[in-house]
C-alpha cells in the first residue's frame, strides 16, 4: 500500500474544507453595514465565530455594546451573539491574520464624475494583503465592474507569494439583500458564488452553505461581477421605462398606475414595474454606470443604461414640474408655498437617504423658495443644499396649514385617512393612497 502524502495544494484546499464542514473556523467581515452586519449575525448564528472589521469606531462600539444600527437588524440578536463570543467587532487589521475566511462588505460609491469609486476596496484588499497568510479563502461581495476580482483582489495575494487555488482561495459572491424586506433575508435568498479555479469555488459554496439555504455555482468571479450588474440593470432600465409611461401617460391624460395594473393582469410576458419620484439607495442608481464605465474602456456605449438613467436622473424634475402645475391651477407659486414633504429615505420602511430622490427634490424646491416641512418618521434629519434639515413630526394641523403634501415615500407608519383629511393637496407619487384606503380622494393627484 502505498502512503501518499496529500500535496501542498490538496493540504491548504482539504485543511480549509475540514474547517468550514466542522464549523470550527474563523471568519471575518470586513464592512459592518447594511451588507456586512446581517452576514457576520447570520454566520454567527449558524454556529461559526465571526469577526467583524470596520474603519468606524462607533460602530464598532455599538456591537460591542450589542446595539444595531440596521434596521433589519434587532440589537437583541447582536447582544445575544456578541454575549457568546460568537460575534466579535474591532478595528484592529491585524486579526486578519486569523481568519480562515474574509469577506469584503465595504462601500462601492459613484465619484464626483460618475465614475467608479473602488477606493474602498482596494484600502480593505490592501489590509488583507499585508496579513495574508496561506489557506485563507477571501470573498468580495461589494457590488463591483467586472473583473475587480481578477485585477485588483487575486493580484494582491499573488504579490504576497500565493498561488490562487492551492493556498489561497479567492471568490466573488454578490450580496442580494433588500433591507426592509420581510420575506426575503440572506438565510433564504439564493447566493451565486464564482470561484478564480474550481477549488475556489467549492470551498467558497461549502462556506455559504453553512448559513444560506441556495447556493448557485458559476464559472468564474467575472461572471458573478456580471450577474449582480445584470439584475440590478434589469430593475434600472424597467423603472426607467415606468418612469417614461408615467411622464407620457401624463401628456395623454391617462393614468399611468391603471395602465400598469390592467396590464399585469396578463399571466405571461409581462412583469410590473412602477415609476416613483426617482431611483434611490447604494444599489439601482449606481451598479448599471459600473458596467456602463467599464465597457467604455472597450469603446462601446451601454445605450439602455445612459438612457434610463436620464429618464430616471429626471424624475426629481418631473414631480417639481408637476407640483409647479398643481399650485398654479390654484393660483399659486412655489415661492411661498408651503409644501409638506411626506418621506425622505429612498424607499418605504428603511432610514436609509442615501441617493434619495427626496434629497434632491427638497433641495431644489428649496431653492425655488418653498416654505418646507419634512415629514419621516424614520431619519431625524435630512441634509439638503448644504444644509441639514429636522424632520418634523406629522400631524393634522401641519398637513392643514399647507398648500400641497407631497408624497415621496411611502412608509407603513403613515396615517393614509389622516393625511387625505388634513392636507387640502396631496400629490402621491408612489400611489400609495389608493393600496391604504381603497381609493383616490378628489384632492389626491397621483404621479
Ligand atoms: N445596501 C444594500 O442594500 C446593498 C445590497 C446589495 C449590495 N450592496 C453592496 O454591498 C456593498 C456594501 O454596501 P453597504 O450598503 O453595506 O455599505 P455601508 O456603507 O452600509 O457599509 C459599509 C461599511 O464598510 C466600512 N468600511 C469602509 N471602508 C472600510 C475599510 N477599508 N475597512 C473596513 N471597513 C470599511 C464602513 O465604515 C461601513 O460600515 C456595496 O458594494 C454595495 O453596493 C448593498
Not at 490538496?10 to 474544507?17: D, I, K, M, N, P
Not at 489561497?168 to 478564480?196: C, H, L, Q, W
Not at 401624463?250 to 414595474?273: C, M, R, S
Not at 412602477?274 to 431611483?279: A, N, Q, V
Request: hydrophobic fraction near 40%.
Amino acid at each position: 500500500m502505498s502512503s501518499k502524502k496529500p500535496s501542498p495544494a490538496a493540504g491548504h484546499e482539504s485543511v480549509l474544507r475540514r474547517k468550514i464542514q466542522s464549523k470550527k473556523f474563523n471568519a471575518g467581515v470586513i464592512g459592518l453595514g447594511y451588507v456586512g452586519l446581517p452576514l457576520a449575525i447570520a454566520f454567527a448564528r449558524a454556529g461559526v465565530h465571526v469577526t467583524g472589521f470596520d474603519v468606524d469606531k462607533e460602530k464598532v462600539e455599538k456591537i460591542k455594546r450589542g446595539v444595531s444600527y440596521i434596521g433589519d437588524v434587532p440589537s437583541e440578536s447582536v447582544r445575544d451573539l456578541v454575549r457568546k463570543k460568537r460575534l466579535i467587532a474591532t478595528t484592529h487589521f491585524d486579526d486578519l491574520k486569523k481568519m480562515d475566511t474574509i469577506n469584503i462588505c465595504v462601500p462601492t460609491p459613484l465619484r464626483k464624475s460618475r465614475d467608479p469609486d473602488i477606493s474602498y476596496i482596494v484600502s480593505a484588499v490592501r489590509e488583507i494583503e499585508q496579513r495574508s497568510r496561506p489557506g485563507q479563502l477571501v470573498i468580495l461581495e461589494s457590488t463591483t465592474y467586472p473583473g475587480t476580482t481578477d485585477e485588483v483582489l487575486a493580484p494582491a495575494l499573488v504579490r504576497k507569494g500565493r498561488t490562487i487555488g492551492r493556498d489561497a482561495f479567492v471568490a466573488f459572491s454578490p450580496e442580494r439583500v433588500d433591507p426592509g424586506n420581510p420575506k426575503y433575508k440572506i438565510e433564504n435568498t439564493p447566493k451565486v458564488v464564482g470561484g478564480m479555479t474550481p477549488a475556489c469555488t467549492d470551498l467558497a459554496a461549502a462556506f455559504y452553505r453553512i448559513a444560506i439555504q441556495q447556493v448557485v455555482t458559476v464559472s468564474n468571479p467575472t461572471v458573478a461581477e456580471m450577474v449582480k450588474l445584470l439584475e440590478n440593470t434589469y430593475r434600472a432600465i424597467n423603472i426607467g421605462m415606468a418612469n417614461e409611461m408615467a411622464q407620457l401617460c401624463h401628456k395623454l391624460k391617462v393614468n399611468v398606475w391603471e395602465v400598469i395594473d390592467a396590464a399585469a393582469t396578463k399571466p405571461f410576458g409581462f412583469t410590473p414595474f412602477y415609476p416613483g419620484p426617482g431611483l434611490g439607495g447604494h444599489c439601482i442608481p449606481i451598479d448599471p454606470l459600473y458596467l456602463a464605465w467599464r465597457v467604455k474602456l472597450f469603446n462601446v456605449t451601454a445605450k439602455l443604461i445612459e438612457l434610463a438613467s436620464d429618464i430616471n436622473s429626471g424624475m426629481p424634475d418631473f414631480v417639481i414640474e408637476r407640483t409647479t402645475e398643481m399650485l398654479n391651477v390654484r393660483k399659486k407659486s412655489i415661492n411661498g408655498a408651503r409644501i409638506v414633504i411626506l418621506g425622505a429615505t429612498y424607499k418605504r420602511d428603511v432610514a436609509d437617504v442615501r441617493e434619495s430622490p427626496a434629497v434632491e427634490i427638497i433641495e431644489k424646491l428649496g431653492h425655488l423658495g418653498a416654505d418646507l416641512a419634512v415629514c419621516d418618521p424614520n431619519v431625524p434629519s435630512v441634509a439638503a443644499g448644504g444644509r441639514t434639515i429636522p424632520t418634523t413630526p406629522i400631524s393634522a394641523d401641519l398637513l392643514r396649514r399647507a398648500d400641497i403634501a407631497i408624497l415621496l415615500t411611502d412608509h407603513s407608519a403613515f396615517d393614509y385617512g389622516m393625511i387625505v383629511a388634513s392636507a387640502p393637496l396631496v400629490f402621491d407619487t408612489r400611489n400609495a393612497v389608493i393600496r391604504a384606503l381603497g381609493r383616490v380622494p378628489t384632492n389626491v393627484v397621483r404621479l
